[in-house]
T-cell receptor, first 110, second 116 residues
Framework: GNSVTQMEGPVTLSEEAFLTINCTYTATGYPSLFWYVQYPGEGLQLLLKATKADDKGSNKGFEATYRKETTSFHLEKGSVQVSDSAVYFCALRNTDKLIFGTGTRLQVFP | AAGVIQSPRHLIKEKRETATLKCYPIPRHDTVYWYQQGPGQDPQFLISFYEKMQSDKGSIPDRFSAQQFSDYHSELNMSSLELGDSALYFC???????????????FGEGSWLTVV
């Protein structure tokens, strides 16, 4: 079946540090891959997406590349800010619905 | 741009009561989803509708039901509420996967349900 595995959090970083949040997936066919972000007390917002192998999604300094050979979609940012503190969810869409990973909490300190 | 609208944003109910959540999808989106997110958990898929017909069903309790109306808004009805139903309930909408799995699924801000 389809599933998403994310690295466990929390991830704690100092401002301007480099961020990587690992995400791997299992899916039949060719899913589309997404990263959603949930700020404290808020809903889910799309951060970025990639729809086919080798695509790179990017937004607000975050990037993720769809790697079919390693079934991965790792999220990276070169220099995090305190305002990036949130929970990040990796997700795939193969059939109609989104399947989420368990989420990774990021805490950035000044 | 119009987003997914959910109401109410917060509600408090007692055990064994009934609650109804409403969702207004983004115009021209043909698919609506309901998700449940418990504290510290990832969103769990409950049910979806494509063109007003139920299209998929996930881990939705029998005490819950949902429908989509002719104006495309959707309602999630929850009866015999239990303490464990306390969660954030998201509605989302998109174009169906038939029009591309890469189409983004947009989420509303969620409805916080507290059962006491």
């Amino acid at each position: 079946g389809n599933s998403v595995t994310q690295m466990e959090g929390p991830v704690t970083l100092s401002e301007e540090a480099f961020l990587t949040i690992n995400c791997t997936y299992t899916a039949t066919g060719y899913p589309s891959l997404f990263w959603y972000v949930q700020y404290p007390g808020e809903g889910l917002q799309l951060l970025l997406k990639a729809t086919k192998a080798d695509d790179k999604g990017s937004n607000k300094g975050f990037e993720a590349t769809y790697r079919k050979e390693t079934t991965s979609f790792h999220l990276e940012k070169g220099s995090v800010q305190v305002s990036d503190s949130a929970v990040y969810f990796c997700a795939l869409r193969n059939t109609d619905k989104l399947i989420f990973g368990t989420g990774t909490r990021l805490q950035v300190f000044p | 741009a119009a987003g997914v609208i959910q109401s109410p944003r917060h509600l408090i109910k007692e055990k064994r009561e009934t609650a109804t959540l409403k969702c207004y999808p983004i115009p021209r989106h043909d698919t609506v989803y309901w998700y449940q997110q418990g504290p510290g958990q990832d969103p769990q898929f409950l049910i979806s509708f494509y063109e007003k017909m139920q299209s998929d069903k996930g881990s939705i309790p029998d005490r819950f039901s949902a429908q989509q109306f002719s104006d495309y808004h959707s309602e999630l009805n929850m009866s015999s509420l239990e303490l464990g139903d306390s969660a954030l309930y998201f509605c989302a909408s998109s174009l169906s996967v038939g029009q591309g799995a890469g189409n983004t699924i947009y989420f509303g801000e969620g409805s916080w349900l507290t059962v006491v």
